[in-house]
T-cell receptor
Framework: SAVISQKPSRDICQRGTSLTIQCQVD?????MFWYRQQPGQSLTLIAT?????????ESGFVIDKFPISRPNLTFSTLTVSNMSPEDSSIYLC????????????FGPGTRLTVL | DAKTTQPPSMDCAEGRAANLPCNHS???????VYWYRQIHSQGPQYIIH???NNETNEMASLIITEDRKSSTLILPHATLRDTAVYYC??????????????FGQGTELSVKP
């Protein structure tokens, strides 16, 4: 398995501002993903974070709104830009561990509230 | 990715087996069935996965029908701490779009004393 930490665990932000969420894993992983979970809803995949290259975004998500970086095998960031109240969600980092049965693990999430 | 259908909610008595069904009638031969659960306000937790054969680990058992069109997750002795939303996911192989996990709505399991 993998131990995944996210910072911050929660935040309250004003509309129009941006927040960067960090994801750190305790071991090298093959793939990293970012998900969003809106209140009362299931998880939605935002993008796959690729090391050293641009992230691969799912339909409905764009780089200008959710820029992602992955400078190495164990760290990634997701920025939520120009926030509005509709961005209030839990944002979750997820990783697939190298050498395992390709199981995917999830971080504890970052709870974001936009006022 | 093949779509899954799960009942939105289920109840189970503490100490009894919880049997959670999942339909995945459009599953392809090389797609895996994964189960995760999400306890309130936490990240999803991996439970078990399988391709064709039944699987068992320390948490649960996974029974996949012979035609692979449905499966059942079994928690043999449910406790109050098993109260959570359970997600059944059909995952494509890694060479197909990187084997992304796409979540449906899941089943909200309530274990009652």
């Amino acid at each position: 398995s993998a131990v995944i930490s996210q910072k911050p665990s929660r935040d309250i932000c004003q509309r129009g501002t941006s927040l960067t969420i960090q994801c750190q894993v305790d071991s090298q992983v093959t793939m990293m993903f970012w998900y969003r979970q809106q209140p009362g809803q299931s998880l939605t995949l935002i993008a796959t974070a690729n090391q050293g290259s641009e992230a691969t975004y799912e339909s409905g998500f764009v780089i200008d709104k959710f820029p992602i970086s992955r400078p190495n095998l164990t760290f990634s960031t997701l920025t939520v830009s120009n926030m509005s109240p509709e961005d209030s969600s839990i944002y979750l980092c997820s990783v697939r561990v190298a050498g395992s049965t390709d199981t995917q693990y999830f971080g504890p999430g970052t709870r974001l509230t936009v006022l | 990715d093949a779509k899954t259908t799960q009942p939105p909610s289920m109840d189970c008595a503490e100490g009894r087996a919880a049997n959670l069904p999942c339909n995945h009638s459009t599953i392809s031969g090389n797609e895996y069935v994964y189960w995760y659960r999400q306890i309130h306000s936490q990240g999803p937790q991996y439970i078990i996965h399988g391709l064709k054969n039944n699987e068992t680990n320390e948490m649960a058992s996974l029974i996949i029908t012979e035609d692979r069109k449905s499966s059942t997750l079994i928690l043999p002795h449910a406790t109050l701490r098993d109260t959570a939303v359970y997600y059944c996911i059909v995952r494509a192989p890694l060479y197909n779009q990187g084997g992304k996990l796409i979540f449906g709505q899941g089943t909200e399991l309530s274990v009652k004393p």
